[in-house]
């Protein structure tokens, strides 16, 4: 399994698994932070676009996912709320600060890749005494997901392709528990056709060595320890808890929030939104797709119902959802 959705994309446009024998197969993993996004999150979220005064700011492919009620951030912007792409949660500090009389939110969506930028605009605005900006965190943490996964034991795996950007933060050490407590190789994989068959083959070689290791096949950028100040940025914001996930519902101590030092950045306290319980969209099986259960072309909508033109579920809409990539490169 490829945890990452970038993985999925790369392995597919290249045509990787037609190189490959019939005795290996790839299955897409649960690594595309849009797509494992909770639709209760995401209902609050664009609840919170809606209140008087904000400016929610976000990565452009939140902006098309749609809620539970089948409306997007995308939709909430049609109809008046100032929902903003950027860039980078610097880019919601600098509208913070050009917008003093508003309340500026980020939405922050991502892995441990992208959570010591939110961490590093957090500290930024503490430092400034600003007090107009917010993070709605939905940062989580990619360890904790794949254990999920192998303790539920609803698929057999052989092997695991540790996601190369994210190991470039926490480290090639961080995927030790996978070889020493599951007794399952894992190969850190970069995003070039080589880098993902350098990896399949590191994982087919100790396979048929009966040997479990962590290789790190993407020493060009990954380091063992991984990046100590992104971490360390990572550490002194945000505090680990339990978070939802589309598809695994409730993991423990896999998500971040803000620590109480900085609480009064955290929007989901400061607030008072309510939502009621979110249902996914009728008929998607992202969660499956997501748990490595089901491959998107065997959900009855893809292609049909569901493209990226109309799509039904995140998996469709994200730049690393499974289904895009196998509806834009599958069979091809
Ligand atoms: Fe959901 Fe569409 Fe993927 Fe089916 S093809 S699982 S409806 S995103």
Redesign the pocket.
């Known amino acids: 399994m490829e945890f990452c959705g970038g993985h999925t994309h790369a392995i597919l446009r290249y045509g990787i698994p037609s190189l490959l024998p019939p005795t290996v197969e790839l299955l897409s993993g649960p690594g595309c932070p849009v797509c494992v996004t909770a639709a209760t999150e995401l209902d609050w979220a664009i609840a919170l676009s809606k209140v008087e005064g904000v400016i929610l700011t976000t990565f452009g492919d939140m902006i098309r996912v749609p809620g539970s009620g089948g409306v997007s951030l995308a939709q909430a912007k049609a109809e008046g709320a100032d929902v903003r792409v950027v860039y980078s949660p610097l880019d919601a500090l600098q509208i913070a600060r050009q917008n003093p009389a508003r309340r500026v939110v980020f939405l922050g969506v991502g892995f441990e890749t992208t959570a010591p930028m939110s961490a590093s605009a957090l500290l930024a605005a503490q430092a400034e005494g600003l007090e107009n900006l917010y993070l709605f965190s939905m940062h989580k943490l990619t360890p904790p997901a794949t254990r999920a996964i192998l303790d539920a034991g609803e698929v057999a795996l052989d092997g695991i392709i540790g996601p190369g950007h994210v190991t470039t933060v926490i480290g090639a050490d961080a995927w030790r528990f996978l070889p020493d407590e599951y007794g399952i190789p894992c190969a850190i994989a970069g995003f070039e056709p080589l880098d993902l068959l350098r990896a399949v083959l590191a994982l087919v070689e100790m396979v048929e060595a009966g040997r479990a290791d962590v290789v790190n096949a993407y020493a060009r950028t990954v380091r063992p320890a991984g990046n100590a100040s992104a971490q360390a940025a990572m550490a002194q914001v945000f505090e680990a808890v339990d978070a939802e996930w589309r598809g695994f519902g409730v993991i423990p101590a896999s998500g971040l929030r803000p620590r109480q030092a900085y609480a009064r950045f955290d929007a989901a306290r400061a607030f008072a939104v309510t939502v009621t319980p979110a249902r996914e969209?009728p008929?998607?099986?992202?969660g499956d797709?997501l748990r490595g259960v089901l491959s998107?072309p065997d959900?009855a909508?893809?292609g049909r119902?569901?493209t990226p033109q109309n799509?039904?579920?995140?998996?469709?809409v994200s730049a690393e959802?499974a289904?895009a990539a196998y509806y834009q490169y599958g069979g091809r």
Request: net charge positive; aromatic share 4%.
């Open positions: 969209p008929g998607c099986r992202c797709v998107p959900c909508l893809f119902l569901c799509p039904v579920g995140p998996c469709m959802g289904c």
